[in-house]
């Protein structure tokens, strides 16, 4: 293996733990994150299920998670193995789902950013209050799990670029042109 793969592999090893651990550190901040307050005599509990574009992002860093864990294995039997990604179907399979996981993880950091915006400093013209004022710890930890869920898709955008790297570099420049069909 020549040294430009092996500082690939080992960039792409190094970025794909980062998203495993990003992400299950989002999901797990995310999912045990609860609060209770007392309203006069009720007791209100805000929880991650209550906004529907947070439970999109468990979801999200779940699959992204478990991804880029068995991707990581992948890198280090190949490394191990001294082998370099030669086959192009291969080769399309993860480049589609590297791509794949960065969309719907920004798509799923993007739903939740306008949540929590509007969790933070509500809605006058549809006369939703502010619930961070409210729900501070809560907020507080949301905030933590979807910077680290932020982590993780920023990761994510750089291993599909190494995978894109990896995908086009398999079809190099032809020689001679004129005989290439179409």
Not at 169 to 181: E, Q
């Amino acid at each position: 293996m020549k040294l430009i793969d092996r500082r690939m592999r080992l960039t792409e090893l190094l970025l794909r733990c980062s998203i495993s651990v990003f992400a299950l550190l989002a999901l797990i901040l995310v999912v045990t994150d609860t609060e209770v307050k007392l309203i006069f005599t009720i007791k209100k509990t805000a929880k991650y299920t209550d906004m529907k574009a947070v439970v999109f992002l468990v979801v999200a860093n779940g699959i992204a998670a478990v991804y880029s864990l068995l991707q990581s294995v992948r890198c280090v039997v190949g490394t191990m193995k001294g082998k370099v990604l030669f086959s192009k179907p291969l080769a399309w399979a993860f480049f589609s789902g590297d791509q794949a996981m960065a969309y719907l993880n920004v798509a799923a950091i993007a739903a939740t950013a306008e949540s929590g915006v509007i969790a933070r400093e509500g809605e006058e013209d549809l006369q939703w209050m502010r619930v961070c004022t409210m729900y501070g710890k809560f907020c507080n930890q949301m905030a933590i799990g979807v910077s680290s869920a932020l982590l993780a898709s920023i990761a994510m955008v750089f291993v599909s670029c190494i995978s894109a790297f990896s995908l086009f570099r398999l079809y190099g420049a032809t020689k001679d042109r004129r005989t290439t069909p179409w």
